[in-house]
């Protein structure tokens, strides 16, 4: 979840370890995000089955990545905040679940919300893949830095500094609109983005502590996540 737009090293950091999470240990990582998401809907419905799919097949992904995420000269900075990040997220999802566990007989129309709210998880689905096309293989799980390093200024990092999160942002947001979950929308609001803001200071800590001026004038000409707000 990591798109800190610096490619460089020091000693703060430490390696990650060669041999990354045993396979066996992904699987059981995404069936056990998508059991909780299920439990949280009573395996009702076919809402709860989505959010149940959608929470396994992300939680699977974020541990493939982070186990293939071994590029030499690589260094990952401590992050208290990464996972804590991932289970609020899976959080919205068990709220979401949580909201929407009467029994289904059959699908339901999404609506005008509805409808609404799955053109804003594709917004905010885009956003954060033109955010890892600009950083390419530096687009990383956890938050690391590279032997090399230069700020990222190109896709949407011309306007934002942190348009990955600004994408988690909006799919947020926009599943919590989709299934018609308040819940959902309130954990948004109170423990994941509070946790990603922290994160956020913690990269940019980081980056100001070694790029000095240069990321201070960086800083300046871009908005943190939502353009013209903040």
Known sequence: MDETPLRSAGPRGYKRRAHGSPLLSIWIRGAA?????????HWNGPTVLI??????????????RAR????PGTVFEPDPYGTAMQLAFLAVLCAGAWDNRAPEATWRSPGLLGGGGFAVILA?????????????RHFTVGLSLLADHE??????????????YAGLLLIA?????MVRSPRAAGVTLVVWLP?????????????????????????????????GVY
């Not at 700020?151 to 990955?164: E, Q």
């Not at 001026?213 to 300046?220: G, I, L, S």
Request: hydrophobic fraction near 45%; charge should be positive; aromatic fraction near 10%.
């Open 51 to 64: 959010l149940t799919l959608a929470s396994g097949l992300s939680f699977f992904d974020l541990g493939r």
């Open 124 to 136: 905010g689905t885009r956003l954060r893949q033109n955010a890892a096309r600009a950083l390419g």
């Open 151 to 164: 700020l990222i200024a190109t896709g949407p990092y011309r306007w934002l500094r942190h348009p990955n």
């Open 195 to 227: 946790l990603v803001l922290l994160r956020i200071r913690a990269e940019e800590r980081v980056l100001q502590e070694r790029l000095g001026r240069v990321y201070a004038d960086y800083k300046r000409d871009r908005w943190c996540l939502v353009p």
């Open 173 to 177: 947001f926009g599943t919590a609109t």
């Open 33 to 41: 995000a998508a059991a909780l998401v299920g439990f949280a809907g």
């Open 68 to 71: 293939v995420e071994r590029m």
